[in-house]
């Protein structure tokens, strides 16, 4: 049936970034069809708590650990942190992420390094760790968080835009290699969705390229419609679909 292929039951999902936001809105929605869930977060334990919380309260499994992608060793330090609790992961949703907000000729060689380290560099450090193990039991789901500005690029996110293109590429050249193993690598890209970094300052563009950022369905989406394509891309269901980039943004990167 098809609803089976939606079952994770006796999976384990690691979510990066997973406190709030889309992270938050994915973990919950892979707890719901029975994945057990390592729930990653940077600064904020009392919100990963709460969503551990809620994941219990529905019956589900959930745990807490926390990182920071800005460091070189971050992922191999996590993959040692998981391996001693015997909780290397079957599903890698990759969605932590930092944006410096400046205009691109002010941005300084810092915040290029913070950005290109946390959302790039890290990413690949991430499939190092946890692919191989996938590899070996022959199934495997990673599921990388893009944004619409690898199409549509926001003038003050030159650097944020330009790694979220790069990790988009690199999903399409791990996909290639390892799609015959059992493992799908896919990039999903949101659009504007609801989250507290929509509460970020960021300076103000042109009226001409505003104009060519807007939303056709108009609002903003949820968390939610998120978490629906990600339990597709994570699943039995989506076993025919890999080194895809698969936009949920309200037609914004049309």
């Known amino acids: 049936m098809l609803t089976d292929q939606f079952d994770l039951s006796g999976k384990i999902a690691l979510v990066t970034g997973a406190s709030q936001g889309i992270g938050k809105g994915i973990a919950l929605g892979l707890a719901e069809y029975g994945a057990e869930v390592i729930l990653l977060y940077h600064k904020d ?7 551990a919380e809620e994941v219990k309260k529905n019956g589900g499994k959930a745990h807490i650990f926390s990182s920071d992608f800005s460091q070189s060793d971050a992922a191999q330090k996590l ?49 190092q760790e946890f692919i191989p193990k996938m590899l070996e039991r022959g ?29 988009d590429n690199m999903v399409k050249n791990i996909a290639m290699q390892v799609a015959d193993q059992g ?4 990039n999903l890209a949101p659009g504007v969705i609801g989250t507290p970094r929509l509460d970020e300052p960021v300076p103000d563009v042109d009226e001409r390229i505003d104009q060519r950022m807007t939303t056709p369905m108009g609002g903003i989406g949820d968390p939610i419609d998120c978490a629906a394509m990600a339990l597709l891309l994570c699943s039995d269901a989506g076993r025919f679909i890999t080194g895809q980039n698969i936009f949920v943004d309200g037609g914004m990167s049309l």
């Open 45 to 51: 334990r009392k919100q990963a708590e709460g969503v």
């Open 79 to 127: 993959r040692k942190q998981l391996g001693q609790k015997k909780k290397l992961p079957d599903i890698l949703v990759v969605n932590a992420s930092v944006q410096v907000a400046k205009d691109w000729l002010t941005m300084a060689e810092q915040d290029f390094d913070f950005q290109v380290n946390t959302n790039f560099k890290s990413t690949l450090f991430l499939f």
């Open 139 to 167: 199934w495997g789901r990673v599921l990388t968080i893009g944004s619409v500005q690898q199409e549509k690029p926001h003038p003050a996110m030159i650097v944020y835009a330009a790694t979220k293109s790069a990790v």
């Open 183 to 186: 493992v799908t690598v896919n």
